[in-house]
Every structure is written in structure tokens, then in C-alpha cells.
């Protein structure tokens, strides 16, 4: 999985523009 994705493309965002760290 990536690593670091924005916001706006992950699925799980409960935000916009948020870096995002995979838990697992």
C-alpha cells in the first residue's frame, strides 16, 4: 500500500488534504 497519499484519494479520508499513514 502507499505510504503517504493525500486526502482527497484515500477511501478512508474523513478529510481533504491530510497526509496518510497506512496502520498496517
Known amino acids: ?3 503517504k497519499v493525500s486526502g ?3 477511501p478512508e479520508s474523513p ?3 491530510y497526509t496518510f499513514t ?3
Do not use: L, T
Open 8 to 10: 482527497d484519494e484515500s
Open 15 to 17: 478529510k481533504k488534504n
Open 22 to 24: 497506512p496502520f498496517e
Open 1 to 3: 500500500m502507499a505510504s
